[in-house]
């Protein structure tokens, strides 16, 4: 046994637990870092006669304060928080672009329907005319911003992308680089405690990029994984991942492996940055941007129908040469071809299908707020999904002369298509970009239809009390009458005969013809022309249908598309019909709305959550300075009584040789 022994390891043990509490203390702001502490063990004992004698102490491992549990709580909650932060920045951005009362849709679309009634109540004014096309333009510059401001965002979520993807890449390399120092330094049978505090410390920090789960390897290397099993990191090993066009949408860029032609499911990365940007451009971005659309395709459509059924200053009806049938102009529908299409197939024609007359006289549309997937299960042989409830809409074979219709679309396949080939159709998402006023109405305000083509009147020798409603035009197929067609009142058979000839009539919305039973009241359509006789008439009295020539004061036709502004003129969800343009709108304010809300309620939970959570790691892993100092003081009273316990040894021996002399 040996007095020198045991004091050189009270010493040794004294000096490694303050360099220990030295480190903790130097790195006590250190990113990640994690309290070390040493683990003491008595030295192997010697038995004598006199009983098991000790020999000091040594330093089993230094042990750092970690754990699992809490680390992994610390990683799940940083990733939905960067996820909702990132949620959050970017829809609330939309929610103010929305709903602000200044630079929203909803008072310019009330003022052009404003200038449409004041043109209403004096339609040969040519000032109200101009005021009506400016407020137009007005509106049309309003859809191009909030448009612009939309497609903006659909950049900058590709640029943070790709940034993203690029930070992802260059911690997976670093994880990579540290799990082969890590096996290097396993084999002796000591762990690297830096080197794991640095790891857990890139994984925490790829939280906030995208969710990882982690496993260990028994060599001690940790391997990572994202999302629904997209791994990153094996070994020393790790995958690059790239931000690129996609082959279905260029201009939407997905995630995929470095020299892989497989796309990443935008439901396959969640969490973090990452999640936050795929979420919002999913069900806030997409969502904004084709209803803003579809509120486009709408007013252009039922306007434009109503205009067309209308006669202009000049006298112009649909058929001649210089009328113009179309207030708004829009772009056709969009669609993608998949770049990976391998038939040699494509489409023909996409178009929307012309607004319908609803049983109260107005226009509405069919279009959805929803973009479209077609996809060819076999050689021609197609189906439609729409893809914001994956309910199929169509199916058919593409062969060029069968077209397919569905939710207000036509489109036109030709043959040629292979199995798996595809088209991504979004109809309204650049609507709102492209929509603008008639170049030749903005150039000529006299050509704006504010009355119809045909007129009514009472024969002036009636005697009865009966009298006949203006009339509208009712369908894009009327007919002027010519010569004007004369209906007579028979008091005898209690009946109408018609003058002329007639290729359509309908009573109440059923076919019938003449002579018609008079019951006051009912709606009489003739050629497209509807009307009513109220009252009671007498023997031959007479009601004429004619031109309407010279109807520079009639409002009949600018009326109706006055009235278009609280129509069920818009589809809400699938249902055609249901809302107006002002609702449609105000249902995405809100809806948007609720989202920006949700996300910052859920936001700030989540900061707790972290709050709390890091909190509890550290309590555990972190650094105390009072302790540390505690420590400090104890490991110097350790190494000065072992210093002094060396210096008595060293008495003692000085002792003995001078016993030797």
């Known amino acids: 046994m040996s007095l020198l022994s045991t004091g050189v390891s009270a010493l040794n043990t004294a000096q490694l637990g303050l360099a220990t509490t030295q480190h903790n203390i130097a790195n006590v702001n250190t990113p990640g870092y994690s309290r070390q502490a040493t683990m003491q063990a008595t030295n192997f004992f010697v038995m004598t006669g006199a009983g098991a004698i000790g020999q000091g102490v040594h330093v089993n491992t230094v042990l750092r304060s970690y754990s699992d549990i809490l680390t992994g709580q610390v990683q799940n909650a940083q990733s939905r928080s960067s996820e909702l932060d990132a949620y959050y920045s970017m829809i609330s951005r939309i929610d103010n672009l929305l709903a602000d009362s200044n630079s929203g849709l909803s008072p310019v679309l009330t003022g052009f329907f404003k200038a449409v009634q004041d043109t209403a109540a004096n339609p040969s004014l040519i000032s109200a005319r101009q005021a009506m096309v400016s407020a137009a333009e007005t509106l049309m510059t309003r859809f191009h911003t909030l448009e612009n401001r939309l497609s903006q965002l659909y950049d900058e979520v590709n640029t943070q992308m790709v940034d993203t993807v690029s930070q992802i890449n260059d911690y997976s390399a670093q994880i990579a680089k540290l799990n082969e120092r890590v096996i290097a330094y396993n084999g002796g049978g000591q762990p690297p405690n830096d080197l794991l505090d640095q790891r857990d410390q890139l994984v925490l920090e790829l939280n906030k990029l995208v969710q990882v789960n982690t496993y260990l390897n028994d060599n001690g290397a940790l391997n990572v994984f994202a999302g629904s099993g997209q791994q990153l990191v094996t070994d020393t090993q790790y995958v690059k991942l790239e931000a690129r066009p996609s082959a279905t949408d260029p201009e939407r860029y997905v995630i995929a492996q470095k020299g892989s032609i497989v796309e990443l499911p935008e439901d396959y990365l969640t969490g973090g940055t990452m999640g936050g940007l795929l979420s919002f451009?999913?069900?806030?971005?997409?969502?904004?941007?084709?209803?803003?659309?579809?509120?486009?395709?709408?007013l252009a459509l039922t306007v434009n129908a109503q205009q067309a059924l209308g006669q202009d200053l000049l006298g112009g009806v649909a058929g001649d040469a210089n009328f113009i049938t179309e207030f708004f102009r829009i772009s056709a529908p969009k669609a993608i071809e998949n770049s990976r299409n391998q038939g040699s197939g494509s489409i023909m024609s996409f178009?929307?299908?012309?607004?319908?007359?609803?049983s109260e006289g107005n226009f509405f549309t069919q279009v959805t707020a929803s973009d479209y997937e077609v996809r060819f299960t076999a050689p021609d042989v197609y189906t439609i999904t729409r893809l914001s409830d994956k309910q199929v809409v169509a199916s058919g074979t593409a062969d060029g002369v069968t077209p397919a219709q569905f939710d207000g679309l036509t489109l036109m396949l030709s043959a040629g298509h292979a199995s798996g080939d595809s088209y991504l159709l979004e109809p309204t998402r650049e609507t709102a970009r492209n929509i603008k006023v008639s170049q030749e109405i903005s150039g000529d305000v006299r050509r704006i239809a504010?009355?119809?083509?045909?007129?009514?009147?009472?024969?002036?020798?009636?005697?009865?009390?009966?009298?006949?409603?203006?009339?509208?035009?009712?369908?894009?197929?009327?007919?002027?009458?010519?010569?004007?067609?004369?209906?007579?009142?028979?008091?005898?058979?209690?009946?109408?005969?018609?003058?002329?000839?007639?290729?359509?009539?309908?009573?109440?919305?059923?076919?019938?013809?003449?002579?018609?039973?008079?019951?006051?009241?009912?709606?009489?359509?003739?050629?497209?022309?509807?009307?009513?006789?109220?009252?009671?008439?007498?023997?031959?009295?007479?009601?004429?249908?004619?031109?309407?020539?010279?109807?520079?004061?009639?409002?009949?036709?600018?009326?109706?598309?006055?009235?278009?502004?609280?129509?069920?003129?818009?589809?809400?969800?699938?249902?055609?019909?249901?809302?107006?343009?002002?609702?449609?709108?105000?249902?995405?304010?809100?809806?948007?709305?609720?989202?920006?809300?949700?996300?910052?309620?859920?936001?700030?939970?989540?900061?707790?959550?972290?709050?709390?959570?890091?909190?509890?790691?550290?309590?555990?892993?972190?650094?105390?300075?009072d302790e540390e100092a505690a420590n400090l003081i104890k490991y110097q009273q350790s190494y000065q009584a072992a210093a002094r316990m060396m210096n008595t040894v060293s008495v003692l021996f000085d002792t003995l040789i001078s016993i030797g002399r």
């Open 450 to 625: 504010a009355a119809m083509p045909i007129r009514t009147d009472a024969g002036v020798a009636n005697t009865g009390a009966a009298k006949i409603s203006a009339g509208e035009v009712v369908s894009s197929g009327y007919a002027i009458p010519n010569p004007p067609l004369v209906i007579t009142y028979d008091g005898t058979s209690n009946q109408l005969t018609l003058s002329g000839t007639a290729s359509s009539v309908l009573v109440n919305g059923a076919p019938a013809t003449f002579p018609l039973t008079y019951n006051s009241g009912d709606e009489i359509t003739i050629d497209g022309f509807r009307f009513t006789i109220t009252g009671a008439p007498a023997d031959g009295d007479t009601f004429t249908l004619e031109a309407n020539l010279g109807g520079t004061a009639d409002s009949r036709n600018i009326v109706k598309i006055g009235a278009l502004q609280t129509a069920l003129t818009t589809s809400g969800d699938t249902q055609a019909g249901t809302a107006t343009f002002q609702a449609a709108y105000a249902q995405l304010v809100s809806e948007i709305g609720t989202l920006t809300k949700s996300a910052l309620s859920n936001r700030d939970a989540q900061e707790v959550v972290l709050r709390q959570a890091t909190e509890a790691r550290d309590s555990v892993a972190g650094v105390n300075l």
């Open 281 to 298: 451009r999913k069900e806030a971005l997409d969502q904004a941007a084709n209803a803003m659309g579809q509120v486009a395709v709408s």
């Open 351 to 358: 178009s929307f299908d012309p607004a319908q007359m609803s």
